[in-house]
């Protein structure tokens, strides 16, 4: 690494194992800012070995480097290396927050599931580095002894890798999540856990006390840098899950306790925000500076490294921060529990309403309404309220704990509310909201598609310089305006902002609701205990391709985003939603169309070009996410990339294998795999695509007709037998089953049937061979290679003229297909009995194709074996045997024997073939006196021996073999 670091003011490495090559730098401040390592603590899952002792002389060593300054992240860690090394630090730089990312949410309501966040590596690690010392073992453990006592709570993990130690505990699982989530995660979290043996100083139990959660923390030195028992966290001891356990049921079951840690978290949390970390490095640096401008840095030596190798450094990936967006707080009730809590119980209630009239799918809210009610004395209300809860999330725990608790008791008003707003008998209202920038050519369209379904409408315009703006208006849209920021997410949280409706419907300005499907749209709006759907969506023009399955209709409930600059997403904030409320995200029936993939309107906007830019943007920003690794991957296949596509591709199968099964939504798994194994079989990569059906990417009785397709069109490649006739009665059984997302068109024609039935014949099963033929026939008529196919087995089975009748049938469907033209003739001169039906066949197929070269010869051939040599002549290539011919290639050994033999039974002049050419024209002769033999053409047979004479002037080797063969037979022969 070294080598490639440029002259530098200063540089910084954060690891032993980097260390010792700032020793080949040049700068004039070199530092190590140290976050501890298990070989300065007493890490007792290291293995003594001699590879492990060369490690912890490393790291030691790393303390003791001429000329770098040694910080620290803890007085924890310059502790212990003071006792190893004898060094003390040349500063101090402490763990501190960025609250902008961690800070508290709306939590769940009193008796919700408790929400319980692990964060950590979800490994065991290797015996040079094993990560037990993360305590994650620990955790699942506590869990396990937890959920036998109190089961009611939801295990969140947080890993930078897929889960190992976790894989068979039912949870959450994030890996990698992006800034944004994780304010979502640690912000709605109820009870963090950290369980580390040792550390320098954790952050995440910092982050979880910033974040509001209640912490459960081992009483690490580390940790009680800031961790104080009973004040901001309960502490426990090391490698004790069943401590763990206990305190976190504690927690659980005492909620004055946890609110307790809660405020005393974030009053620690408030003394370590992030500015203190940057003013504190800020002012270092500058220090370290002014002192290495009076010493002059040292010339950079090559210097070996102590291990005598360079170690191999894993890249973590890392995403761009990035910044809540305000709708994520809209409908919040935090302001209002606050005032609650001041026991302004007029302020409370108006702030309660307030949120709800912002996102009037608010069973929190309700919930809140009625305890303030209650508080208030108007007991009456508090139960309509909570009625209102119940009747929104009828699952929800906490709404029926709340009607159930107000009891029947008259009113004693304390204080006068206004009425919330109930809208009882009222029919939901829909919110539609677009974005557009120069939508002139669609919008209209679009509007009116959900006139009488929209009770609001609310356009973000992006820039348009067209009707956009004045169309929209005419529809009675609500236009608000923002400033383009190449980020497709930030324009939907926009016009999110403005949405009052107690559904919204994200539409494109190029798509339409399909008018036959609002009558089901409407039906859908009164389902309860739904909180989202995803609709269908076919392209226009693609409509054999059949739908995508994509969320967009969904309650107007608080915490609800959209994530990613481009193929944006709401749908893990609806999953926050759904699972907290014990609610459905289901499969609507209400179609959407969209013209915008039609060819020529990609080619004007030129998408591909755009998407590939923001992807690559989205990507940095949001490292392992499937959908979006998926999409670079296609939009680069479709730049003709194919490469460097198929990679991403690969980069989303591995992210998605490393993710719990359901936590991908089914139709995102579903499409990548079409997609994926798609591009391989362009590719010919047969062998990749079986792999990828062996993997647990998809469950067998999950795949869809266009996965086993593409299976069985691997194994027929691979000659798998067998399996591809499994593969393919599948694909037929599931072919007219409604897909989630687009289907491979292929698998509605005739080529699974052909596959299946070229396998079967492979197999010599002929009977189920001939079925399916005929059903591949039934599927496509027109389908040229399967009638061919078909045509030709019937016959190689004896079947003449049913083989015949099968090709006919093509010819009538279509009369310009030259391989069905020439797969009958060559039937038909292949006996006796249907040469004369040769004879009017190639002649209608000259009608057809008259400049068809493979039928052209065809019908000499037959004129030749009739004798009619004349006639042929002018069919065969112009070019005399043994020249080239106009293609400035050699004619083929039977194009030249056919047109010598023509001139032969015509008399006409003989050209002599070169030497190296004359056996293989002869060999070819001797081939087609034979068939005249066998097909006891007795007048061809008996010409050719007439002319052996002339014959043996230019193909001796042929008249030789004929003349033994007259002298053997008899003068009969002759």
């Not at 509001?212 to 004790?240: F, K």
């Not at 004619?891 to 050209?911: H, I, K, S």
Request: hydrophobic share 40%; with cysteine; glycine share 6%.
């Amino acid at each position: 690494m070294a080598p490639h670091v440029p002259p530098s003011d200063v540089v910084i490495s954060t690891y032993f194992m980097n260390t010792h090559e700032l020793l080949a730098v040049k700068a004039a401040v070199k530092v190590y800012y140290a976050q501890g390592d298990q070989y300065v603590f007493a890490d007792t899952t290291l293995p003594d070995s001699e590879e492990n002792r060369r490690w912890r002389e490393l790291s030691r060593t790393s303390y003791l480097l001429p000329d770098v300054r040694f910080v620290p992240n803890s007085h924890n860690l310059a502790r212990a290396v003071e006792k190893i090394t004898g060094r003390k630090p040349d500063g101090l730089l402490p763990v501190c927050t960025d609250q902008t990312i961690f800070r508290p949410l709306q939590r769940s309501l009193p008796g919700s599931r408790v929400r319980i966040l692990i964060v950590s590596p979800d490994m065991r690690g290797s015996s040079t580095e094993p990560l037990l010392f993360k305590g994650i073992q620990d955790i699942h453990d506590a869990l396990n002894l937890l959920a036998k006592r109190h089961p009611n709570f939801t295990a969140v993990r947080i890993s930078g890798s897929p889960p190992e130690i976790f894989q068979r505990f039912p949870c959450e699982f994030y890996i990698a999540p992006s800034d944004e989530m994780k304010t979502v995660l640690f912000g709605t979290a109820d009870i963090l856990i950290y369980a580390s043996h040792y550390d320098s100083c954790p952050r995440p139990p910092q982050e979880g006390m910033a974040s509001g959660c209640a912490v459960v923390c081992t009483a690490t030195p580390g940790a009680m840098e800031y961790c104080r028992d009973g004040e901001n966290c309960l502490l426990v001891p090391i490698q004790s899950p069943q401590a763990i356990a206990d305190a976190t049921l504690r927690l659980i079951q005492d909620r004055a306790l946890r609110e307790q840690l809660v405020r005393g978290g974030l009053a620690t949390a408030r003394e370590y925000p992030r500015e203190l970390e940057w003013n504190e490095l800020e002012t270092m640096l500058q220090r370290f500076v002014e002192e290495a401008k009076k010493a002059p840095a040292p010339e950079p030596a090559n210097q070996a490294h102590p291990l005598g190798q360079q170690p191999q450094q894993a890249k973590a990936a890392a995403g761009k921060p990035i910044t809540l967006p305000e709708v994520a707080f809209q409908g919040d009730l935090l302001e209002a529990q606050n005032a609650l809590r001041d026991k302004d119980l007029a302020r409370a209630w108006r702030l309660g309403c307030e949120a709800i009239v912002q996102r009037p799918f608010h069973p929190e809210g309700w919930v809140f309404l009625s305890g303030v009610a209650a508080s208030a004395g108007h007991r009456s209300m508090a139960r309509r309220c909570a009625q209102r809860a119940v009747a929104q999330t009828p699952n929800w725990k906490p709404a029926k704990r709340a009607l159930s608790g107000i009891g029947d008791r008259p009113d004693k008003p304390t204080v006068d509310l206004a009425e919330p707003p109930f809208r009882d008998g009222e029919p939901p209202r829909l919110t539609v909201c677009l974005i557009a920038r120069n939508e002139e050519r669609f919008l209209d369209g679009c509007l009116k598609s959900v006139r009488g379904l929209a009770d609001q409408i609310v356009l973000v315009d992006t820039g348009s310089t067209d009707r956009t703006v004045d169309i929209a208006r005419s529809h009675g849209a609500e236009v608000h305006f923002r400033a383009w920021d190449d980020d497709f997410s930030a324009a939907r949280n926009a016009a999110l902002l403005h949405a009052r409706g107690d559904w919204v419907l994200i539409l494109d300005a190029d798509e339409e609701v399909s008018p036959a499907h609002h009558q089901a749209l409407r039906a859908m709006l009164e389902r309860p205990n739904v909180i989202a759907y995803r609709l269908p969506l076919v392209d226009v023009g693609r409509e054999g391709e059949g739908v995508s399955q994509v969320p967009r209709l969904f309650r107007n409930a608080p915490r609800q985003f959209y994530v990613s600059r481009v193929h944006e997403q709401v749908y893990a904030s609806l999953e926050i939603n759904r699972e907290a409320w014990s609610m459905e995200n289901r499969f609507g029936d209400a179609q959407l169309i969209h013209h915008g993939y039609q060819a020529e309107v990609v080619k004007s906007r030129n998408k591909v070009v755009r998407n590939l830019r923001l992807l690559e943007l989205a990507n940095e920003e949001h490292p392992n996410d499937v959908n979006l690794l998926m999409n670079l991957g296609l939009e680069l296949w479709r730049s003709g990339q194919n490469g460097i596509g198929l990679g991403y591709y690969q980069r989303a199968y591995v992210a998605m294998l490393g993710h719990p099964f359901n936590q991908t939504p089914p139709e995102l798994r579903e499409v990548l795999l079409t997609q994926y194994t798609s591009h391989l079989m362009t590719l010919k990569r047969f062998d990749d695509v079986i792999a990828l059906f062996n993997e647990r990417a998809i469950r067998t009785e999950q795949r869809t007709a266009s996965h086993w397709f593409m299976l069985g069109l691997a194994q027929s490649a691979l000659h798998q037998w067998e399996a591809c006739v499994e593969s393919m009665r599948q694909c037929l059984a599931l072919r007219h089953q409604t897909a989630l997302t687009p289907i491979h068109s292929d698998i509605r024609k005739a080529i699974p049937s052909h596959c299946l039935a070229h396998a079967l014949r492979k197999l010599g099963r002929k009977q189920e061979a001939a079925d399916a033929y005929a059903q591949a026939l039934q599927d496509e008529p027109g389908c040229e290679s399967a009638r061919v196919e078909f045509g030709t087995f019937i016959a190689e089975e004896g079947q003449v003229v049913p083989a015949l009748t099968v090709l006919h049938q093509g010819i009538q469907h279509d009369p310009r297909q030259g391989r069905v033209w020439e797969a009958g003739g060559a039937i038909a001169l292949r006996q006796r009995d249907t040469l004369e039906f040769a004879l009017d066949w190639t002649a209608e197929a000259l009608k057809n194709l008259p400049d068809h070269p493979a039928l052209r010869r065809q019908r000499a051939e037959t004129l030749l074996l009739h004798g009619m040599a004349r006639e042929a002549l002018p069919l065969w290539d112009e070019a005399p045997a043994g020249s080239s011919g106009p293609s400035g290639q050699a004619q083929d050994p039977a194009t030249a024997c056919g047109l010598l033999l023509c001139r032969l039974f015509a008399g006409e002049p003989l050209p002599g073939p070169s030497t190296d050419r004359e056996r293989a024209l002869s060999q070819d002769l001797i081939r087609r006196y034979r068939q005249a033999v066998e097909l006891g053409l007795d007048d061809w047979v008996r010409g050719l021996h007439e002319r052996i004479d002339a014959l043996e002037t230019v193909l001796p080797t042929a008249a030789r073999l004929i003349r033994q063969v007259v002298a053997e037979s008899g003068p009969d022969q002759a």
